[in-house]
C-alpha cells in the first residue's frame, strides 16, 4: 500500500472511468462479456438507431466512475474489510442501475441478461481494489 500518498478526487475518478472503459472494451472483444448497457442488439429498434455503444460505453463509464468515488466516501478508511464493503455497493448499484436498464429498455433473453449482469462481479471487484490502493491509508492511520 502506498504510505503518504494519496490519489485526489480528480485522478481517482479518471482512474475509475478507465477501468470500467477496460471492462467496456472487454466487451468488443467477447460479445459474451457485454454488460447490460452494452447489449445494443436488444435494444429496440428506436434507441438503437439515436444511441451508438461508441457512445455509450464512455457515458456508462463515466456515471459508473462518480458513483464508485460517492460510494467510495461512504465506506469509512477505518472500516473492517473495507474492499468487501466497498464491493459490496459497487455491485449493489451495479444490479441495481444495469438490471434496471435490461428489464425497461431490453429484449434480452434472460441468459443473456444474467451472464451480463455477472460482469458486474470483476468490474466491481477491480474498481473496488484500484481505488482504495489510490486512495492509500488515512494520515491519521499511518501513526499507529
Known amino acids: 500500500m502506498l504510505t503518504g500518498k494519496r490519489a485526489g ?3 481517482l475518478f479518471l482512474v475509475a472511468w478507465g477501468a470500467n472503459l477496460v471492462f467496456d472494451g472487454l466487451s ?17 429498434e428506436m ?7 461508441a457512445v455509450l460505453a464512455p457515458m ?11 460510494l467510495l466516501s461512504i465506506v469509512p478508511p477505518e472500516a473492517p474489510r473495507r474492499l468487501l464493503h466497498l464491493f459490496g455497493w459497487l455491485l449493489g448499484f451495479w444490479l441495481l442501475s444495469e438490471g434496471l436498464l435490461a428489464w425497461v429498455w431490453l429484449d434480452a433473453p434472460g441468459g443473456a441478461v444474467v451472464a451480463a449482469l455477472a460482469t458486474g462481479i470483476p ?6 481494489w484500484i481505488l482504495l490502493r489510490l486512495q492509500g491509508r488515512p494520515a491519521e492511520a499511518e501513526g499507529r
Open 9 to 11: 478526487p480528480i485522478v
Open 28 to 44: 468488443w472483444a467477447s460479445p459474451a462479456l457485454s454488460p447490460p448497457h452494452l447489449l445494443h442488439r436488444y435494444m429496440p
Open 47 to 53: 434507441i438503437r438507431g439515436m444511441v451508438s455503444p
Open 60 to 70: 456508462a463509464s463515466m456515471v459508473l466512475a462518480a458513483i464508485a468515488l460517492l
Open 123 to 128: 468490474r466491481s471487484l477491480a474498481v473496488a
